[in-house]
């Protein structure tokens, strides 16, 4: 709205007090120029290795996408994206849970011997930080594991325990100010059992927040 007063304050100047504006979906491209689309590529399909997680910053309430790929190698985790020590820490605790269920889960008992897992959380230029983040970081990696895809119309924020258990969560009200894009704003255990639900944002740095935050 801002924009198109002072473009339509600058057509005044120009043309003098007579000058007659309409603003319709016709013309709103004149007065705003070309649309800033962001794509949401999490939202398209259900991906394996994919899981969306809910986070909340200074702007507000907003998704965002975890990615781990799995390769060859020995052993080793990898965690990029500028993850804060919490987070660190929740993606541990996450594979320490996958590889405590490797029965349920169908995979060998010393899978973890023989590839590297990559957890990347992309805009890795942003802070990322808070132990909420722990369900989607275990999602995405159980889902990397299996070849299961995730939901993607389905996003998850909680703390997750060694025994696969979801806290509940913290700043709340914060958080739903993003579950408007969402549908379906769940947080899971990684049995699948619904525990609590919730939204969040994220600019100059992201909060995964829990009970245990200080909000």
Known sequence: MANVCRKVSRRVVQEGKDVKVEVGPDNLSDFLGVIKYREIWAEKKNEVGLAVGLAWTEAGGQVLATEVTVMEGKGRLTLTGKLGDVMQESAQAAMSYARSRTAALGLPRDFYRHIEIHV???EGAIPK???S???TLCTAIISALTRIP???DVAMTGEITLRGKVLPIGGLKEKA???ASRRHSYSHTAEGQREGSGGYPARNSVEFWSSTSSS
């Open 129 to 131: 930080d808070g132990p």
């Open 133 to 135: 983040a722990g369900i």
């Open 177 to 179: 100010a993003g579950r």
């Open 120 to 122: 990347h959380v992309p």
């Open 150 to 152: 995730v939901r993607c």
